[in-house]
C-alpha cells in the first residue's frame, strides 16, 4: 500500500472547486469514481525549538502515531516534549498497490486515477 500525504488547503481548495470530496474517512475525486481512504496527518515542516531527537522534520506522521509518541497538535503546530515543530496540517491517502497481471511495474487502475487527478491539480 502506498501513502501520499494531501495538505488541507488543497484539499479544501478542490472541495471549493467541487473537484473532490472528503467525507466519512474517504477521499472522493469527482468524475473518478472512486473513493480512497484517508487518515488524519501532518507533515513536519521545521523545527521551532528544542531538539529534533525523534528525526520528524520532513516526515509525515497520523494523529495516531502522533497520540502514540505523546505529541500534542495545535492547528499548525506539535509539540513533543521539549521541541515544538511547525508542521502542515492534511490527510494520508492510502492507495492500493496491486499491479495488473503480468506487469508488475503497474500500479491498480484507482491509484492511477487518482495520480493522473493529483498530477493535473497539482
Avoid: C, I, N
Avoid at 3 to 11: A, D, I, R
Amino acid at each position: 500500500m502506498s501513502k501520499l500525504f494531501l495538505p488541507q488547503t488543497t484539499l479544501e481548495e478542490w472541495a471549493l472547486g467541487e473537484k473532490a470530496d472528503l467525507h466519512d474517512g474517504k477521499l472522493t475525486v469527482a468524475g473518478e469514481g472512486g473513493a480512497w481512504p484517508v487518515e488524519p496527518a501532518v507533515h513536519f515542516v521545521k523545527l521551532v525549538s528544542g531538539q529534533d531527537a525523534h528525526g520528524l522534520v520532513t516526515r509525515v506522521k497520523t494523529e495516531r502515531q502522533l497520540a502514540s509518541l505523546g505529541a500534542e497538535q495545535m492547528a499548525d503546530s506539535v509539540v513533543l516534549g521539549e521541541a515544538a515543530y511547525e508542521v502542515v496540517p492534511g490527510y494520508v491517502a492510502a492507495l492500493p498497490d496491486e499491479a495488473p497481471a503480468g506487469d508488475p511495474r503497474k500500479g491498480s487502475p484507482e491509484s492511477d486515477l487518482l495520480a493522473a487527478f493529483l498530477l493535473d491539480k497539482l
